[in-house]
């Protein structure tokens, strides 16, 4: 019997994000941006308590978003939960984006939110970060005015570090009169830098969060979007009733109880990233400002054979030959004796 799947065009024509998500373990995880410490001790206890029976059934979200929108400093019902970062971030198309419709985004950034346009069949409207990786802010004020439906800004930016300051998010949600401006907040617990006060102010502004990076609850699969209640409103229209499992629930809400836990995770993360860019910058690497848990360098010509011999030692980075030219690569910040392993691995190559 001959049959044909009747399947839409912007599927078969979906070309972004194939990421290399098997035959990982057990290797030095320098790729993803995870936390390589693990999550807080507080986290195992808190699932270990979870009973058979409180597993056989459908979670509820009353108690847990109570907790975590004290945590975030927001009211209940400013705050959505979701199935990870992603889910938050596939909301927006749910909710503003229809097939045709056009959304802005700056690159090179973090590429679901291109993902998510190709399988929507909306229209992807680009501007270039500058050589120096610095954010467009006039160009992006300027194509504001064709009125795409969502304006996605990765505050810090994911691959580049580059940091967005408050100053000049303002402008762009003054001239977004028609536009959902989506602030992604991945990697807020090391910039320090958030917009989540102004919901309430901005209507149109949405605060997109992940409990992967500093929580490391990457595994459980919990994100978060903050906005003013009438927007959450909107979002929820399009979420299914059971959107995130019991797990990441018990398991967040463990963690935000323990934010000694996260702070100190924090703290030897930014220490660890300024001792690895300076030990980059005497070997002569070319390396970029970045207020994330990752480093965004450039190798030159003999980075690609780096990378493979990385690879090969066990040693996984994320490439960016592809987008910002040979050489270019993302490295996680992981413990300081991770990355001093990766350090030697470098000296011995160069």
């Known amino acids: 019997m001959n049959t044909q799947l009747p399947t839409r065009k912007a599927i078969l024509e979906r070309r972004t994000y194939e990421p290399p998500g098997e035959g990982r373990a057990k290797k030095l995880r320098l790729d993803f941006n995870e936390n390589t410490t693990g999550c807080s001790p507080a986290v195992i206890r808190a699932l270990a308590k979870l009973s058979a029976k409180q597993i056989a059934m459908y979670p509820e979200y009353e108690r847990s978003t109570q907790c975590l929108a004290r945590y975030f400093g927001v009211k209940p019902d400013e705050l959505l939960l979701t199935n990870g970062g992603d889910d938050a971030l596939r909301s927006f198309f749910d909710a503003f984006v229809d097939a045709g419709s056009s959304i802005l985004i700056c690159e090179p950034t973090f590429p679901m939110y291109r993902y998510y ?11 270039p970060y500058t050589m120096q990786m610095e954010f467009p802010l006039m160009q992006v004020i300027e194509a504001l005015k064709r009125r795409p439906r969502v304006l996605f800004i990765a505050n810090p930016n994911n691959p580049t570090g580059t940091l967005v300051a408050p100053a000049q998010i303002e402008p762009i949600l003054q001239a977004a009169t028609h536009t959902a401006v989506v602030i992604d907040e991945a990697y807020v617990e090391f910039s320090e830098a958030t917009v989540v006060p102004w919901i309430r102010k ?6 997109a969060r992940t409990f992967s990076k500093a929580a490391g609850l990457a595994g459980l699969r919990l994100g978060a979007v903050m906005a003013c209640s009438e927007s959450i409103a909107i979002l929820k229209r399009g979420m299914p009733p059971f959107p995130v499992n019991l797990a990441a629930l018990v398991a967040a809400e463990a963690a935000v109880r323990d934010k000694k836990a996260i702070q100190r995770y924090v703290r ?4 660890t990233r300024r ?7 005497q070997l002569g690497v070319k390396t970029y400002p970045s207020a994330g848990n990752f480093l965004l360098a450039d190798f030159g010509p003999p980075g690609p054979g780096l990378f493979q011999t990385l690879e090969r ?13 040979p050489g270019f690569v ?16 470098i000296r011995r190559f160069l």
């Open 117 to 127: 346009a190709e399988i929507s069949a909306a229209q992807i409207d680009t501007l």
């Open 202 to 207: 901005y209507a149109h502004l949405f605060v």
């Open 268 to 271: 030897e993360t930014q220490s």
């Open 275 to 281: 001792w690895f860019d300076q030990h980059l910058q």
């Open 313 to 325: 030692q066990g040693i996984l980075v994320r490439e960016r030959s592809k987008d910002l030219g």
């Open 330 to 345: 993302r490295i996680s910040i992981g413990t300081r004796t991770e990355m001093e392993r990766l350090v030697k691995a």
